[in-house]
């Protein structure tokens, strides 16, 4: 980017300055020897053209909106439009968590992402003993088409775009959506959204999985395919880094075991014959906006230089939009304190404006309450304004990738992209990431960054405000959001009243077109629309499916 | 009070929650402190929790629930330990748990609880002054 010569010169006067400081330091030592990133990366005193002597701004960097993509996947980014404002949120019931969405479209948000509480998430019905404690406790519980009606009730589908946490489960809660819309009168066709769908880290960071790897990554592809020829504009997969963050991984971590992950996804779609561009262009990704503010920004941009080469090099991929990460991120949650909560809104706000810098597609803030409990509805308010301040106030969304050929961020960005290729290679030489997971190298990875974070936090050498210094005695806030444990009564009613209702001969049906589906190679996304259709409950489709794959049951990471 | 032989732990995921960060940091600094621990892994019935601490012969177990769950499955723990008659393990308790639920959870025989910004080194103290046997 500068001249050679010139370049030499620099080299020169660097080093003159560098010797002028090491002489002072003596008098004037600096706080810490070295300096590092969670990631481990150090940490220069000062960051000039030198550190990006190797760099090519074309081929490095190039445009925003054209490979590799580190500057942006849209051309005009934040000056076309903004990010979608998506706050997760669902609870209780259907009817409790419409309502919070008919409150949060109303406060000027622009996109649903529903909570489903666990048993939805692990596919059980209300009714089911593992049930018990858990029903409408951290999302909204969900046993048939019945609920997913109520829960869109009066919520134009072919009008606001729908993100499902959901994974092992996806297909069925997909089928329900799109069911749900057929009455609206919305065509498949019609509707956009994302389904997070991505199983491998279930089983690495998260933990709701049901069946065994090979299985779940066989529905995966299923519902590649069925998207791809009935709803094209779904996301069918948000690969997500957020909770293998959220488990405690470093930032490099994060963007390699994601890409990793992605790797196999793209691999098994190729193994079942689709084609990489058929399924690329709707891969979607969802990362954590940790506190290391500089390291975050240039994670963001690491992870789309590094896919971009991944899809166009490894796999071939000739449609740009197959090599574009447009990603969903949401701020850290564990880096919430239960301590002076109020804080929390300033580390969400730096948090949520490292993922604007970073060129996100959608963001959700996190509420200052967590730490405690389910965010109410003020906290909440707090959190989607901080994002429409960004957005609004400060002038960060003007021009594209505002910290693009900072020399820090460069060198971070290159440094980021380098270690994680550095994972990527090794879980490539174990088999790839199901076979690193299944050997629990990328849990033992996770387990043991997490426990190094804590005892630097414990060692005061790495400080939270109001956790390890700046303490204050504090009574804890009262009035916590919480909900009502007459929500499984409400649901058990319904599901008893549902079955009274519905067709029992249907339902069989459909089942057992669906078991047959699943033992042999036929689409299971066909016969679970029929079922969901017959209101046959999430836990009779996914017993139904249990039945002919069995269960996971998860690797001790401790022998 | 425990002599020579190490402290073992019963570290329980009851419930359906998958937030295992926690209850994997408790383990190592437990096990850095000098203790034997069992992790269970995850979904565990509490049932399952009360036949591991049997068979494993704990002398601690470490409940830890994120989920809002802690209501129903702390108790259910604590249910079926009275009806297996056993009295000397000491049973604690952490995740994301409201202040107002404690008194509840210590009045059915939970020991303590430590909350999110807890250090390890606090649990390890309170394990080692506590510990019946």
Known sequence: MIKEDDLRVLEEKAKAWDQSVESKLQRNPERKTPFVNTSGIPVQRLYTPLDLENMDYLSDLGFPGSYPFTRGVQPTMYRGRHWTMRQYAGFASAEESNRRYKFLLDQGQTGLSVAFDLPTQIGYDSDHEMAMGEVGKVGVAIDSLKDVEILFDGIPLDRVSTSMTINAPAAVLLAMYIAVAEKQGVQPAQLRGTIQNDILKEYSSRGTFIFPPQPSMRIVTDIFAFCSEHVPQWNTISISGYHIREAGSTAVQEVAFTLANGIAYVDAALQAGLGVDTFGPRLSFFFNAHLDFFEEVAKFRAARRLWAKIMKERFGAKDPRSMMVRFHTQTAGCTLTAQQPLNNIVRVAFQALSAVLGGTQSLHTNSMDEALCLPSEQAVQVALRTQQLIAHEIGVTDTVDPLGGAYFVEELTNQICERAEGYILKIDEMGGSAAAIEKGFVQKEIQSSAYTYQKQIEKNDRIVVGLNRFQVEEERPGNLLRVDPAVRILQLEKLKKLKSERSQDQVNQSLARLKLAAQGADNVMPPIMDAVRAYATLGEICDTLREVFGEYRQIDTFR | ?133
């Open chain 2, 1 to 133: 009070m425990n002599t020579g032989r190490k402290i073992r732990v019963l570290a329980a995921k009851p419930g359906l929650d998958g937030h295992d960060r926690g209850i994997k940091v408790v383990a190592n600094a437990l096990m850095d402190a000098g203790m034997e621990v069992i992790y269970t892994g995850l979904r565990q019935t509490p049932r399952q929790v009360v036949e591991a601490a049997l068979q494993e012969d704990v002398d601690v177990i470490a409940l830890s629930i994120l989920s809002g769950a802690h209501d129903y499955l702390f108790p259910k723990v604590m249910e079926l330990l009275k009806e297996k008659k056993v009295e000397d393990i000491l049973v604690i308790g952490g995740g994301i748990i409201p202040d107002e639920d404690i008194p509840a959870l210590k009045a059915c025989g939970i020991a303590n609880v430590f909350g999110p910004g807890t250090r390890t080194e606090e649990i390890v103290r309170y394990i080692r002054d506590h510990v019946k046997r």
